[in-house]
Structure formats: structure tokens, C-alpha cells
């Protein structure tokens, strides 16, 4: 399983942003998607994930201003983020996740500044 994220960049404070990642290869049918992510000197944290029951999980940092969604069809897991603040800088991995499995995606930089 591949996963290609996109969508990071630079982003002023109070903007949005919305990465999306396309997992390819043989996908599990069941699984859980969702985004994680690592700023410096800090440890890799669950952005938000979306279950195959489509039930979803937020940071508590995130909530509020963020949705997360899958399409089963194409594969892919999007993120939308508003009202960014220089504290989520960080660098962002999507996910694919079963019950015996895991899957990331290579990562991408979002930089929250003026």
C-alpha cells in the first residue's frame, strides 16, 4: 500500500488548508484513515481519523475547525483545517490503518506563518 499525500504549504495565520492523501496498491477494505502530525521536538500526535463506520476522532486541539472525510471509491482521506495558528506547524502523515497493519504516507510540511 502507497499513500500520496497532498495540499501542505505555507498558510497564514486564521487560513485554511486542505491536504488530501490517495492510498494505492492492494487497500485493505476495512480500515481506518486519518491524519497525524509531528512538529519539532515533539512527538507524532492524531490530527483526526475517520473509521470505516465513517465515525470520526478529533484532537482536541483540532476540534471545532477541522472535518475529516474519506471516499471508499478513490481511496483518498481528506482534511480540512481553519483558523490555523503557528501551533499547528508541523509536518503531516496520512494513515491507513487496519487491525494487523499500518501504513504512512511520506509526509508533508504546513508552515502557519505571517
Known amino acids: 500500500v502507497q499513500l500520496q499525500a497532498s495540499g501542505g504549504g505555507l498558510v497564514q495565520p486564521g487560513g485554511s488548508l486542505r491536504l488530501s492523501c490517495t492510498a494505492s496498491?492492494?487497500?485493505?477494505?476495512?480500515?481506518?484513515k486519518g491524519w497525524y502530525r509531528q512538529a519539532p521536538g515533539k512527538q507524532r500526535e492524531l490530527v483526526a481519523r475517520?473509521?470505516?463506520?465513517?465515525?470520526?476522532d478529533y484532537a482536541e486541539s483540532v476540534k471545532g475547525r477541522s472535518t475529516i472525510s474519506r471516499d471508499d471509491a478513490a481511496n483518498t482521506v481528506t482534511l480540512q483545517l481553519n483558523s490555523l495558528t503557528p501551533e499547528d506547524t508541523a509536518v503531516y502523515y496520512c494513515?491507513?490503518?487496519?487491525?494487523?497493519?499500518?501504513?504512512w504516507g511520506q509526509g508533508t510540511q504546513v508552515t502557519v506563518s505571517s
Open positions: 494513515y491507513v490503518g487496519t487491525l494487523s497493519n499500518e501504513y
Open positions: 475517520i473509521h470505516a463506520t465513517y465515525k470520526e
Open positions: 496498491g492492494r487497500v485493505p477494505r476495512i480500515n481506518t
